[in-house]
């Protein structure tokens, strides 16, 4: 595709409901990223997939969160029962994924705006 | 962990001047890179310059990088209102994985 895509843009939920976000990184890119941005705040690393190697999940702030990567393309992150500070902007990037992930340019989609009533 | 911290938090300019932020990190870097993030959308990448590397040049940007202080700047010449944005370096995490943003400075140009 031409760039990064995510859904849902926005999303509104209630306090301890799963919810699920998309990405669709660029075609051809084998490095996916996942981040978090709170209001006013920089970005947040969530979690890294790079080709079949096994994904860096240090970024994931509690075991309520996981993403998947089916087909080394389209990822998914999930949230489980959600809480009111989880309310941010997710943001998803990919890299070509040639190099180790900070060597390259990512390209960023334009988020999935999270609230948590 | 934040790494980068932008300088200053927030910057007001009239179009055609100069706008020059600041970024300081705290620790050894492959390299590093400055997003511009407009209200409400995604981040869009500037420049990446690596730790071998001392200035990089790209139109109306120029971003410096000097690794023995652990700092960067950048610097968007003959500003205009469409420069209007958040800016925000990054830097790697150290299993290179991952970049590791600041807050961002948030630019205002005004015509």
């Known amino acids: 595709g031409a760039g990064v895509s995510q859904s849902p843009s926005n999303k509104v939920t209630e306090k301890g409901k799963d919810v699920e976000l998309r990405c669709d990184p660029i075609?051809?890119?084998?490095?996916l990223y996942w981040y978090r941005q709170s209001l006013g705040q920089g970005l947040e690393f969530l979690i890294y997939?790079?080709?079949?190697?096994?994904?860096?999940k240090s970024g994931l702030p509690s075991d309520r969160f996981s993403a998947e990567r089916t087909g080394g393309s389209v990822s998914t992150l999930t949230i489980q029962r959600t809480q009111q500070e989880d309310s941010a902007v997710y943001l998803c990037?990919?890299?070509?994924?040639?190099?180790?992930?900070?060597?390259?340019?990512?390209?960023f989609g334009p988020g999935t705006r999270l609230l948590v009533l | 962990s934040q790494q980068g911290e932008e300088d200053p938090q927030a910057l007001s300019i009239q179009e055609g001047e100069n706008a020059t932020m600041n970024c300081s990190y705290k620790?050894?870097?492959?390299?590093l890179q400055w997003y511009r993030q407009n209200s409400g959308r995604g981040l869009v990448h500037l420049i990446l310059?690596?730790?071998?590397?001392r200035e990089k040049h790209s139109g109306r940007l120029r971003v410096t990088l000097d690794t023995s202080k652990k700092s960067s700047s950048l610097l968007i010449t003959a500003s205009r209102a469409a420069d209007t944005a958040s800016y925000f370096c990054?830097?790697?995490?150290?299993?290179?994985?991952?970049?590791?943003f600041g807050k961002g400075t948030t630019l205002s140009v005004s015509s």
């Open positions: 990037a990919s890299s070509l994924g040639g190099l180790v992930g900070t060597q390259e340019t990512q390209y």
């Open positions: 075609s051809g890119h084998t490095a």
């Open positions: 997939f790079q080709g079949n190697s096994a994904p860096d």
């Open positions: 620790t050894s870097i492959n390299n």
């Open positions: 310059i690596r730790s071998n590397e």
């Open positions: 990054a830097t790697d995490n150290q299993a290179g994985t991952a970049l590791i």
